[in-house]
């Protein structure tokens, strides 16, 4: 019977490609990884979304990796169903194990389902990749409910695990320290960007002239006041993901109608090189709070493997990168204009570029989650053929 990795997320298989799928995608090379969705209420309908396929859904992705998507009860998230909702998840893992035919030895949660105790005697480890109880508000549940989940994982986990170091230090200070592995780039993802084609969405005369642009979520992590003196400055401002309904009902609509500021909305990760080819400054506008303190962008990376350059505001993770002047950092929204149009006024030499394709090489998500590997006591030698 072969040994099967349980790879808890706190976000969709097919959703936005962040820290869950890029880990668990290259934990399938040293060993079998089920990888394990939120599991969806019943009150958003029997029927998965994307297989049309009613209760819970195991399907495999490809050879080493597989998924299930597990249903809930309706309210599975509110104190007293959250049990139960993480016992009914165990045993749809416990299930999906048989049928494809493995032994559950490691168990990763990154999300906020507890499958700590999917598999009697398995290496558990808790994976922190955001302050969850700090962005209670983001994910609409609740502070108190967080902070016990987290508390109940890290209290049994083998090993705790933060991608981070704000996360680290806190819980060091707390008494329970946590080993740093922090979020990292997909290089060869950008490798080809500068012969990707280029968006049909966009304007064809942006290619001739320097772009600011920003990829990712737009919601309440984002100050708008730094998008906003972007703006102001004339300079071309590409903007690159989904937008939170609620998020700034008045500021936004009166930034995204203005002639130099073009907003495309959620494009497919596979679609990224396009709009980075066009771009030669990346943004990280980040607001400063408690839960961005604690997050590791991925997207200041990734500008960085696609050659450009990065403006990001003042970080922890940020300052433990190290960059240099490869990452210029800003503390208000006039200095962060200020970088904008520094960077944008830069040649984009090849030396330059690959100095920061170099720099991104460094912190390749294949190193990230060796670490996560050592951590699990797997077979760091990875599996022929994945």
């Known amino acids: 019977m072969n040994d099967l990795l349980v790879y ?37 309908g029997l029927r998965d979304p994307e297989t049309g396929q009613a209760g819970h859904v195991l399907r495999q992705v490809r050879p080493g990796l597989w998924r299930l998507s597990p249903v809930a009860p309706p309210a599975a998230y509110r104190a007293g169903v959250e049990r139960v909702t993480a016992a009914l998840a165990r045993r749809a893992v416990r299930g999906a194990a048989r049928r494809i035919g493995a032994r559950v030895t490691g168990v990763v949660v990154a999300g906020t389902t507890d499958l700590m105790d999917v598999a009697p005697g398995a290496r558990t480890v808790r994976y922190v990749t955001d302050d969850l109880v700090a962005g209670a508000a983001l994910i609409r549940m609740s502070t108190a409910r967080l902070a016990r989940a987290e508390r109940r994982m890290t209290e049994r986990a083998d090993v705790i695990a933060a991608c981070s170091p704000h996360l680290t230090e806190r819980f060091t200070r707390d008494g329970r320290p946590a080993a740093l592995v922090a979020n990292g780039c997909d290089v060869a993802a950008y490798s080809g960007v500068d012969d990707a084609p280029p968006p049909a969405d966009l ?184």
């Not at 200041?300 to 190290?322: F, I, K």
């Not at 996560?372 to 022929?384: N, T």
């Open 203 to 386: 304007p064809a005369e942006l290619a001739a002239t320097p772009v600011a642009g920003f990829v990712g979520h737009i919601n309440a992590r984002i100050d708008i006041a730094l998008l906003e003196a972007v703006a102001a400055t004339g300079a071309p401002l590409v903007l690159v993901g989904p937008r939170v309904g609620d998020y700034e009902p008045e500021r936004w609509p009166r930034l995204v109608v203005l002639p130099n500021v073009h907003w495309v909305g959620r494009k497919p990760y596979e679609e990224l090189p396009s709009y980075l080819r066009i771009m030669d400054v990346g943004l990280t506008p980040y607001a400063d709070s408690a839960f961005n303190r604690a997050s590791f962008p991925l997207k200041t990376l990734e500008y960085l493997a696609a050659g450009r350059a990065a403006v990001s505001t003042d970080l922890p993770a940020t300052a433990w990168l190290d960059a240099g002047p490869l990452i210029a950092v800003a503390r208000t929204p006039g200095a962060f204009a200020a970088a904008v149009t520094a960077g944008l006024g830069t040649p984009r030499t090849e030396d330059l570029a690959g100095r920061r394709r170099a720099f991104a090489a460094r912190h390749d998500w294949h190193h990230r989650v060796r670490l996560l590997a050592d951590l699990l006591e797997l077979d760091v030698k990875e599996v022929a053929g994945r």
């Open 8 to 44: 808890g997320a706190g976000t969709r298989y097919d959703g936005v490609s962040g820290t869950d799928r890029h880990v668990a995608d290259r934990l399938s090379a040293y060993t079998t990884v089920l990888y394990v969705d939120p599991p969806r209420p019943v009150r958003s």
